[in-house]
Protein backbone atom coordinates (compact mmCIF):
# COMPACT_ATOMS: atom_id res chain seq x y z
CA UNK A 1 0.00 0.00 0.00
CA UNK A 2 1.52 3.30 -0.64
CA UNK A 3 1.95 5.44 1.73
CA UNK A 4 -0.92 8.26 2.49
CA UNK A 5 -0.52 11.99 1.94
CA UNK A 6 0.46 13.94 4.68
CA UNK A 7 -2.22 15.20 6.89
CA UNK A 8 -1.95 19.29 5.38
CA UNK A 9 -2.45 17.79 2.08
CA UNK A 10 -4.87 14.85 3.01
CA UNK A 11 -7.46 16.42 5.70
CA UNK A 12 -8.58 19.63 3.24
CA UNK A 13 -9.05 17.36 0.66
CA UNK A 14 -10.79 14.38 2.75
CA UNK A 15 -12.66 17.26 4.67
CA UNK A 16 -13.79 19.33 1.25
CA UNK A 17 -14.59 16.14 -0.15
CA UNK A 18 -16.93 14.85 2.80
CA UNK A 19 -18.52 18.50 2.88
CA UNK A 20 -19.43 19.01 -0.56
CA UNK A 21 -21.00 15.37 -1.20
CA UNK A 22 -22.66 15.90 2.27
CA UNK A 23 -24.30 19.19 1.03
CA UNK A 24 -25.03 17.64 -1.89
CA UNK A 25 -26.83 14.88 -1.17
CA UNK A 26 -29.00 16.49 1.22
CA UNK A 27 -29.94 19.61 -1.13
CA UNK A 28 -31.03 16.58 -3.35
CA UNK A 29 -33.32 14.43 -1.01
CA UNK A 30 -36.18 15.98 -1.83
CA UNK A 31 -35.73 15.09 -5.47
CA UNK A 32 -33.62 11.98 -5.31
CA UNK A 33 -35.67 9.76 -3.02
CA UNK A 34 -39.48 9.80 -5.10
CA UNK A 35 -37.28 8.41 -8.00
CA UNK A 36 -35.06 5.96 -6.00
CA UNK A 37 -38.24 4.53 -4.63
CA UNK A 38 -40.08 4.53 -7.59
CA UNK A 39 -37.18 2.44 -9.38
CA UNK A 40 -37.57 0.04 -6.44
CA UNK A 41 -40.58 -0.32 -6.65
CA UNK A 42 -40.25 -0.71 -10.51
CA UNK A 43 -37.68 -3.70 -10.34
CA UNK A 44 -39.27 -5.38 -7.12
CA UNK A 45 -37.48 -4.23 -4.34
CA UNK A 46 -40.05 -3.35 -2.09
CA UNK A 47 -38.36 -2.79 0.81
CA UNK A 48 -36.22 -0.31 -0.83
CA UNK A 49 -32.84 -0.82 -1.38
CA UNK A 50 -31.83 2.15 -3.25
CA UNK A 51 -33.47 4.75 -1.11
CA UNK A 52 -32.10 2.58 1.59
CA UNK A 53 -28.19 3.07 0.52
CA UNK A 54 -28.67 6.70 -0.63
CA UNK A 55 -29.69 7.37 3.10
CA UNK A 56 -26.70 5.32 4.74
CA UNK A 57 -24.60 7.10 2.41
CA UNK A 58 -25.50 10.01 3.43
CA UNK A 59 -26.17 9.80 6.76
CA UNK A 60 -22.43 8.47 7.17
CA UNK A 61 -21.40 11.39 5.50
CA UNK A 62 -22.65 13.78 8.33
CA UNK A 63 -21.56 11.54 11.23
CA UNK A 64 -18.25 12.17 9.30
CA UNK A 65 -18.82 16.37 8.50
CA UNK A 66 -20.47 16.74 12.10
CA UNK A 67 -17.13 14.62 13.76
CA UNK A 68 -15.08 16.99 11.98
CA UNK A 69 -16.84 19.85 13.44
CA UNK A 70 -16.63 18.86 16.81
CA UNK A 71 -13.23 17.97 16.59
CA UNK A 72 -12.61 21.69 15.41
CA UNK A 73 -14.61 22.79 18.55
CA UNK A 74 -12.22 20.86 20.96
CA UNK A 75 -9.00 22.48 19.00
CA UNK A 76 -10.47 25.58 19.96
CA UNK A 77 -12.10 24.92 23.29
CA UNK A 78 -8.71 22.91 24.75
CA UNK A 79 -6.43 24.83 22.86
CA UNK A 80 -5.04 21.58 21.00
CA UNK A 81 -4.60 19.88 24.63
CA UNK A 82 -2.65 22.65 26.14
CA UNK A 83 -5.54 23.74 28.24
CA UNK A 84 -6.77 20.90 30.42
CA UNK A 85 -5.00 18.10 28.70
CA UNK A 86 -7.07 15.51 31.14
CA UNK A 87 -10.22 17.08 29.93
CA UNK A 88 -8.75 17.16 26.45
CA UNK A 89 -8.48 13.43 26.41
CA UNK A 90 -11.64 12.68 28.01
CA UNK A 91 -13.78 14.90 25.38
CA UNK A 92 -12.12 13.28 22.38
CA UNK A 93 -12.59 9.70 23.87
CA UNK A 94 -16.30 10.91 24.15
CA UNK A 95 -16.10 12.27 20.36
CA UNK A 96 -14.95 9.09 19.12
CA UNK A 97 -17.61 6.80 21.46
CA UNK A 98 -20.13 8.99 19.59
CA UNK A 99 -18.65 8.52 16.06
CA UNK A 100 -18.91 4.84 16.57
CA UNK A 101 -22.20 4.45 18.09
CA UNK A 102 -23.82 6.91 15.41
CA UNK A 103 -22.44 5.24 12.78
CA UNK A 104 -23.99 2.16 13.84
CA UNK A 105 -27.39 3.65 14.88
CA UNK A 106 -26.84 4.81 10.83
CA UNK A 107 -26.61 0.96 9.75
CA UNK A 108 -29.33 -0.06 12.22
CA UNK A 109 -31.58 2.65 10.45
CA UNK A 110 -31.17 1.66 6.80
CA UNK A 111 -29.12 -1.52 6.67
CA UNK A 112 -30.60 -3.68 9.41
CA UNK A 113 -27.60 -3.71 11.70
CA UNK A 114 -28.07 -4.23 15.30
CA UNK A 115 -25.35 -5.29 17.71
CA UNK A 116 -26.23 -7.35 20.82
CA UNK A 117 -23.80 -9.07 23.73
CA UNK A 118 -25.42 -11.43 26.00
CA UNK A 119 -22.27 -11.89 27.64
CA UNK A 120 -19.94 -8.71 28.70
CA UNK A 121 -18.37 -10.02 31.90
CA UNK A 122 -15.39 -10.84 30.11
CA UNK A 123 -14.77 -7.40 29.55
CA UNK A 124 -14.74 -6.46 33.43
CA UNK A 125 -12.03 -6.26 35.22
CA UNK A 126 -8.07 -5.00 35.26
CA UNK A 127 -5.18 -4.25 31.86
CA UNK A 128 -6.05 -6.48 29.00
CA UNK A 129 -5.78 -7.42 25.60
CA UNK A 130 -8.16 -7.85 23.11
CA UNK A 131 -7.74 -9.84 20.04
CA UNK A 132 -10.70 -9.52 18.06
CA UNK A 133 -12.48 -10.96 14.71
CA UNK A 134 -11.97 -8.72 11.41
CA UNK A 135 -14.18 -9.49 8.68
CA UNK A 136 -16.41 -6.58 7.91
CA UNK A 137 -15.90 -2.72 7.96
CA UNK A 138 -18.81 -3.16 10.16
CA UNK A 139 -17.27 -5.29 13.25
CA UNK A 140 -13.96 -2.64 13.47
CA UNK A 141 -16.56 -0.68 15.48
CA UNK A 142 -17.70 -3.39 17.89
CA UNK A 143 -14.93 -3.35 20.23
CA UNK A 144 -15.06 0.10 21.14
CA UNK A 145 -18.74 -0.63 21.41
CA UNK A 146 -18.74 -3.35 23.81
CA UNK A 147 -16.01 -1.84 25.86
CA UNK A 148 -17.82 1.68 26.34
CA UNK A 149 -20.57 -0.36 27.38
CA UNK A 150 -18.37 -2.44 30.22
CA UNK A 151 -16.90 1.06 31.84
CA UNK A 152 -13.80 0.63 29.79
CA UNK A 153 -11.46 2.67 27.44
CA UNK A 154 -10.00 1.10 23.58
CA UNK A 155 -6.79 1.74 22.87
CA UNK A 156 -6.66 0.35 19.51
CA UNK A 157 -3.87 -0.72 16.75
CA UNK A 158 -5.49 0.77 13.10
CA UNK A 159 -5.02 0.60 9.87
CA UNK A 160 -3.61 3.74 8.22
CA UNK A 161 -6.27 3.58 5.75
CA UNK A 162 -8.74 4.72 8.41
CA UNK A 163 -7.43 8.46 8.23
CA UNK A 164 -9.71 8.65 4.94
CA UNK A 165 -12.37 8.83 7.17
CA UNK A 166 -12.12 12.27 7.93
CA UNK A 167 -13.40 12.46 11.57
CA UNK A 168 -11.64 9.47 12.70
CA UNK A 169 -8.37 10.85 11.13
CA UNK A 170 -8.31 13.62 13.33
CA UNK A 171 -9.86 11.57 17.02
CA UNK A 172 -7.42 8.80 15.99
CA UNK A 173 -4.62 10.96 16.51
CA UNK A 174 -5.72 12.33 20.05
CA UNK A 175 -6.89 9.10 22.14
CA UNK A 176 -3.86 6.62 22.27
CA UNK A 177 -3.85 4.69 19.57
CA UNK A 178 -1.23 2.89 16.62
CA UNK A 179 -1.90 3.70 13.25
CA UNK A 180 -0.26 0.93 11.65
CA UNK A 181 0.91 0.17 7.67
CA UNK A 182 0.90 -4.18 7.17
CA UNK A 183 2.18 -3.63 3.97
CA UNK A 184 5.59 -2.35 5.21
CA UNK A 185 5.63 -3.22 9.15
CA UNK A 186 8.67 -1.67 10.46
CA UNK A 187 10.53 -2.39 14.18
CA UNK A 188 9.62 1.32 14.96
CA UNK A 189 5.62 0.23 14.63
CA UNK A 190 6.20 -2.49 16.53
CA UNK A 191 7.70 -0.46 19.39
CA UNK A 192 4.75 1.82 19.29
CA UNK A 193 2.40 -0.92 19.79
CA UNK A 194 4.53 -2.38 22.69
CA UNK A 195 4.37 1.49 24.22
CA UNK A 196 0.78 1.48 23.87
CA UNK A 197 0.40 -1.55 26.19
CA UNK A 198 2.82 -0.43 28.28
CA UNK A 199 1.29 2.77 28.99
CA UNK A 200 -1.91 1.63 29.13
CA UNK A 201 -3.88 2.11 32.70
CA UNK A 202 -6.23 0.00 34.61
CA UNK A 203 -9.42 1.09 33.01
CA UNK A 204 -7.99 0.23 29.24
CA UNK A 205 -8.05 -2.55 26.96
CA UNK A 206 -5.67 -2.65 23.58
CA UNK A 207 -7.38 -3.72 20.52
CA UNK A 208 -5.85 -5.32 17.75
CA UNK A 209 -7.42 -7.61 14.53
CA UNK A 210 -4.71 -10.55 14.43
CA UNK A 211 -6.10 -11.52 10.94
CA UNK A 212 -5.03 -7.86 9.57
CA UNK A 213 -7.89 -7.95 7.06
CA UNK A 214 -11.21 -9.44 5.96
CA UNK A 215 -11.40 -13.49 4.81
CA UNK A 216 -11.56 -14.32 1.02
CA UNK A 217 -10.56 -18.11 0.00
CA UNK A 218 -7.44 -16.19 -1.59
CA UNK A 219 -5.96 -14.61 1.67
CA UNK A 220 -6.61 -18.03 3.12
CA UNK A 221 -4.62 -19.78 1.28
CA UNK A 222 -1.88 -17.02 1.43
CA UNK A 223 -1.92 -17.62 5.10
CA UNK A 224 -1.76 -21.36 5.49
CA UNK A 225 1.31 -20.95 2.64
CA UNK A 226 2.97 -18.15 4.82
CA UNK A 227 2.33 -20.18 8.09
CA UNK A 228 3.29 -23.35 6.12
CA UNK A 229 6.63 -21.96 5.66
CA UNK A 230 7.72 -22.09 9.47
CA UNK A 231 5.34 -24.16 11.40
CA UNK A 232 3.71 -27.48 9.08
CA UNK A 233 2.34 -28.56 12.19
CA UNK A 234 0.05 -25.28 12.66
CA UNK A 235 -0.73 -24.99 8.87
CA UNK A 236 -2.25 -27.95 9.00
CA UNK A 237 -4.93 -27.15 11.97
CA UNK A 238 -5.39 -23.57 10.39
CA UNK A 239 -6.20 -25.36 6.91
CA UNK A 240 -9.80 -26.00 8.45
CA UNK A 241 -10.48 -22.87 9.22
CA UNK A 242 -13.77 -21.55 7.39
CA UNK A 243 -14.46 -17.74 8.71
CA UNK A 244 -11.82 -16.65 9.90
CA UNK A 245 -8.21 -16.39 8.51
CA UNK A 246 -5.58 -17.48 10.59
CA UNK A 247 -3.54 -15.34 12.98
CA UNK A 248 -0.46 -12.95 12.92
CA UNK A 249 1.03 -13.13 16.08
CA UNK A 250 4.08 -10.32 15.52
CA UNK A 251 1.28 -7.13 16.80
CA UNK A 252 -0.73 -9.30 19.86
CA UNK A 253 3.16 -10.32 20.77
CA UNK A 254 4.03 -6.72 21.05
CA UNK A 255 1.00 -6.04 23.45
CA UNK A 256 1.81 -8.77 25.70
CA UNK A 257 5.71 -7.76 26.10
CA UNK A 258 4.19 -4.70 26.64
CA UNK A 259 1.96 -5.60 29.32
CA UNK A 260 2.84 -8.79 31.01
CA UNK A 261 0.09 -8.83 32.97
CA UNK A 262 -2.60 -8.28 30.86
CA UNK A 263 -5.58 -11.19 30.74
CA UNK A 264 -6.50 -12.01 27.11
CA UNK A 265 -9.91 -11.38 25.45
CA UNK A 266 -10.69 -13.34 22.57
CA UNK A 267 -13.57 -11.59 20.78
CA UNK A 268 -15.66 -13.16 18.40
CA UNK A 269 -18.90 -12.14 16.30
CA UNK A 270 -21.09 -13.80 14.03
CA UNK A 271 -22.98 -11.67 11.42
CA UNK A 272 -20.76 -10.07 9.52
CA UNK A 273 -20.78 -12.89 6.62
CA UNK A 274 -21.34 -11.57 3.05
CA UNK A 275 -20.70 -8.21 4.36
CA UNK A 276 -17.13 -7.66 4.63
CA UNK A 277 -16.94 -4.99 1.68
CA UNK A 278 -18.83 -1.86 0.90
CA UNK A 279 -20.36 -3.46 -2.28
CA UNK A 280 -21.27 -6.62 -0.23
CA UNK A 281 -23.09 -4.46 3.00
CA UNK A 282 -25.33 -2.58 0.27
CA UNK A 283 -26.15 -5.75 -1.43
CA UNK A 284 -27.63 -7.26 2.05
CA UNK A 285 -28.83 -3.57 2.78
CA UNK A 286 -32.19 -4.67 3.74
CA UNK A 287 -31.53 -7.87 5.23
CA UNK A 288 -32.20 -7.74 9.33
CA UNK A 289 -29.08 -9.88 10.39
CA UNK A 290 -27.93 -9.11 13.98
CA UNK A 291 -24.59 -9.09 15.03
CA UNK A 292 -23.68 -11.02 18.03
CA UNK A 293 -20.58 -10.37 20.13
CA UNK A 294 -18.97 -13.57 22.07
CA UNK A 295 -16.17 -12.84 24.39
CA UNK A 296 -13.94 -15.50 26.81
CA UNK A 297 -11.37 -13.99 28.96
CA UNK A 298 -8.19 -16.23 29.57
CA UNK A 299 -6.12 -14.88 32.87
CA UNK A 300 -2.00 -14.73 32.03
CA UNK A 301 -1.12 -16.60 34.07
CA UNK A 302 -2.76 -20.07 31.92
CA UNK A 303 -1.01 -18.14 28.56
CA UNK A 304 2.40 -19.66 27.54
CA UNK A 305 5.45 -16.90 27.46
CA UNK A 306 7.26 -18.45 24.59
CA UNK A 307 6.77 -16.58 21.32
CA UNK A 308 6.36 -20.39 19.48
CA UNK A 309 3.78 -21.35 21.90
CA UNK A 310 1.90 -18.16 21.84
CA UNK A 311 1.64 -18.32 17.87
CA UNK A 312 0.48 -21.72 18.73
CA UNK A 313 -1.87 -21.02 21.25
CA UNK A 314 -3.24 -18.65 18.93
CA UNK A 315 -4.69 -20.47 16.58
CA UNK A 316 -5.83 -23.01 18.55
CA UNK A 317 -8.36 -19.94 20.19
CA UNK A 318 -8.98 -18.96 16.31
CA UNK A 319 -9.69 -22.75 15.68
CA UNK A 320 -12.35 -21.98 18.84
CA UNK A 321 -14.01 -19.08 17.62
CA UNK A 322 -13.93 -20.24 14.21
CA UNK A 323 -16.40 -23.64 15.55
CA UNK A 324 -18.22 -20.59 17.90
CA UNK A 325 -19.23 -19.34 14.58
CA UNK A 326 -19.92 -21.96 12.07
CA UNK A 327 -22.25 -23.53 15.47
CA UNK A 328 -24.22 -20.16 15.67
CA UNK A 329 -23.95 -19.70 11.77
CA UNK A 330 -26.14 -23.19 11.50
CA UNK A 331 -28.74 -22.51 14.52
CA UNK A 332 -29.32 -19.12 13.06
CA UNK A 333 -29.85 -21.05 9.59
CA UNK A 334 -31.88 -23.61 11.06
CA UNK A 335 -34.08 -21.20 13.33
CA UNK A 336 -37.39 -20.90 12.39
CA UNK A 337 -38.42 -17.70 11.39
CA UNK A 338 -40.76 -15.24 13.25
CA UNK A 339 -44.23 -14.69 12.22
CA UNK A 340 -46.53 -11.98 12.60
CA UNK A 341 -49.48 -12.67 15.35
Not at 15 to 22: Q, Y
Not at 202 to 207: E, L, Q
Not at 242 to 261: F, H, I, K, S
Amino acid sequence: MASLPRPLVRRPTTIGAATLLALGLAVLTPITIPLLYLVDLITGSFQGRRVRTYLLITATLWTELVGVIGATALTVWFLNGRRNPDGWLSANYRLEFWWCKRHVTNLGAFAGVSITMPDPSPLAGGRSIMVARHSSHIDAIVPLLVLEDADRLARYTLKEDLKWAPAMDLVGDRTPNVWINRSTPSSEMFQQIEQLAAEMPDNSTCVIFPEGTFRTQERHEAAIERLRSSRDDLADKANGLRYVLPPRPAGTLALMRGAPDADIIVLANVGVEGRSSIKEIIATITDKRPIEVHAVRHPRSTIPTDDDEINAWLIERWIEMDDWIHHRVLERTTAPEETEP
